[in-house]
């Protein structure tokens, strides 16, 4: 079955304690993004993977990190949590970009909160 | 301003009625359009896709774009308690990698 699992699903941690979010996917897809999605703001892209060693900024990027070091897994990575990114974050995977027939496929989230 | 602005609901509507759903938009150069829906508990997953200006209809789903008025929608004729989730839009233009996306339309059908 073609799926984005991400570990874990919920977390609570305090500020400062560093987590990694894991994220894989099985479809051999060449895009991978990280959103975080707040009430009222939506979806936003903190970091996304072109490719194996490839990874930049998305709209939102302050206090995280990515690495991509295979293909199949895109960890976000927050070495210093602080309460302003408890929120839900979502991994996603897409051949290209994720637009017109170009599906993006969506992990089923990880709650995050920080005290 | 955002450049994806969604009501933010939540729209209760009997079930059997038609839905509307909406987005404006204020990029000119968004090129893609989608539309999303996520479960309670669950990720986005693609409902419907448009290309530039037009309509396109699967099932009982309608979506339209007008891009002179930087509007798109969604139509859902003979709403289920099932079509009851979270609506998102999503934009795209050809040069930008990242989709944007608008904040939710929470929907409930009732039964």
């Known amino acids: 079955e073609a799926q984005v699992t991400q570990n874990p699903r919920y977390l609570i941690t305090v500020t400062g304690k560093k987590l990694t979010v894991t994220c894989s996917q099985n479809?051999?897809?060449?895009?991978m993004s990280w959103y975080r999605q707040d009430p009222g703001l939506g979806l936003r892209q903190i970091y996304y993977?072109?490719?194996?060693?490839?990874?930049d900024k998305g709209d939102v990027p302050e206090g995280y990190k990515v690495s991509r070091k295979e293909k199949r897994n895109f960890p976000l990575i927050l070495e210093s949590p602080s309460p302003n990114q408890t929120s839900l974050y979502f991994c996603?995977?897409?051949?290209?970009?994720?637009?017109?027939?170009?599906?993006?496929?969506f992990g089923p989230g990880t709650r995050l909160t920080v005290l | 301003q955002k450049e994806v602005e969604q009501d933010p609901g939540p729209l209760s509507v009997p079930e059997g009625a038609i839905v509307s759903l909406n987005c404006t938009y204020s990029n000119s150069a968004f090129q893609y359009f989608m539309w999303y829906r996520q479960y309670s508990r669950k990720g986005p997953e693609l409902l419907m896709y448009t290309y530039s200006s037009g309509n396109k209809e699967d099932g009982r789903f309608t979506a339209q774009v007008d891009k002179s008025s930087k509007y798109i929608s969604l139509f859902i004729r003979d709403s289920q308690p099932s079509d009851s989730a979270t609506y998102l839009c999503?934009?795209?233009?050809?040069?930008?990698?990242?989709?944007?996306f608008g904040s939710g339309t929470r929907l409930q059908v009732q039964p």
């Open positions: 479809m051999n897809h060449e895009y």
């Open positions: 999503a934009m795209k233009g050809t040069g930008r990698r990242a989709l944007t």
């Open positions: 993977s072109m490719n194996v060693e490839v990874t």
């Open positions: 996603a995977s897409s051949l290209g970009g994720g637009a017109g027939t170009d599906t993006q496929y």
